[in-house]
C-alpha cells in the first residue's frame, strides 16, 4: 500500500474522524484558557467528557447503538485534545 493511499484510506475512516473532532474540540475549549484556569478548564473538560461518553452516551445514543470501545475511544480522544492543549500551553506557541 502506498503513503497515499492509506493516508486516503485513514482520511474517510469515522472512527479515526470522530477522534479528531473530540480531540481537537477539547484542545481548542481548554486553550481558551491560561495560567490556573487552564489547568481547571483541562479538569473540568475531562470531568465532562467522562460523563458525556460513559453515561450519556450509553443511555440516549442508540443509533448506532455505543459499545464501551466506542465511548472509551471517544473520552481517550477529548483526553489527547486536553493533553495537546496542555503541552502547547507549556511549550508556548
Known sequence: MSLSSFIAK???????IAFMAHCFFAAF??????GKRQYLA????????????????RLYEKTPPQTFYD?????I?????VGLALV?????W
Open 10 to 16: 485513514t482520511g474517510e475512516n469515522p472512527k479515526f
Open 29 to 34: 475549549i481548554v486553550s481558551q484558557f491560561s
Open 88 to 92: 502547547v500551553s507549556v511549550i508556548g
Open 77 to 81: 480522544g477529548y483526553a489527547a485534545g
Open 42 to 57: 483541562a479538569a473540568l473538560m475531562l470531568g465532562a467528557a467522562g460523563v458525556k461518553e460513559f453515561i450519556f452516551d
Open 71 to 75: 465511548d472509551l475511544t471517544d473520552f
